[in-house]
Nanobody, 125 residues
Framework: VQLQASGGGLVQTGGSLTLSCAPS????????TTWFRQGPGKEREFVAA????????YYADSVKGRFTISRDNVKNTVFLRMNSLRPEDTAVYYC???????????????????WGQGTLVTVSS
C-alpha cells in the first residue's frame, strides 16, 4: 500500500491545518488509519487513529479536543484537522495503515507496515 500524505505547512500558534492521507489503489475502509508525529529530537508518537470497522476514533491526550480525525469514503481519504495549534505540535506527521492492528497496540509504530512519506507541520510562536 502506498500512502500519500499532504497538507503540512507553517502556521502561527492558534492556527489550523488539515492533513490528508490517501492510499493508491486500495480502499481505506479495510484499514485502521493512524497519524503519528515525530518532533525534533523526539521519538515517533501516536496522534490519532480511525478504526477500520465502524467509525471509532482515538486520540492522544495531548491533542484531544483540538484535533479531529475523519474519513471520507467517497474521496477515499483520511483527514486530520488540527485546531489551536501550539509550538509543541511542530513535527513531521506520518499516516500509517494496518489491516490487523489490535486496539491495545494501535499507538505503537511497530504495529504498522505501511507508511506515508511524512508532511512537516511547523507552528511558530
Amino acid at each position: 500500500v502506498q500512502l500519500q500524505a499532504s497538507g503540512g505547512g507553517l502556521v502561527q500558534t492558534g492556527g489550523s491545518l488539515t492533513l490528508s492521507c490517501a492510499p493508491s489503489g486500495r480502499t481505506f475502509s479495510r484499514y485502521t488509519t493512524t497519524w503519528f508525529r515525530q518532533g525534533p529530537g523526539k521519538e515517533r508518537e501516536f496522534v490519532a487513529a480511525y478504526w477500520r470497522s465502524g467509525s471509532n476514533t482515538y486520540y492522544a491526550d495531548s491533542v484531544k479536543g483540538r484535533f479531529t480525525i475523519s474519513r471520507d469514503n467517497v474521496k477515499n481519504t483520511v483527514f486530520l484537522r488540527m485546531n489551536s495549534l501550539r509550538p509543541e505540535d511542530t513535527a513531521v506527521y506520518y499516516c500509517a495503515v494496518s489491516e490487523r492492528v489490535i486496539l491495545s497496540a494501535a499507538a505503537s509504530p511497530d504495529a504498522y507496515h505501511y507508511w506515508g512519506q511524512g508532511t512537516l507541520v511547523t507552528v511558530s510562536s
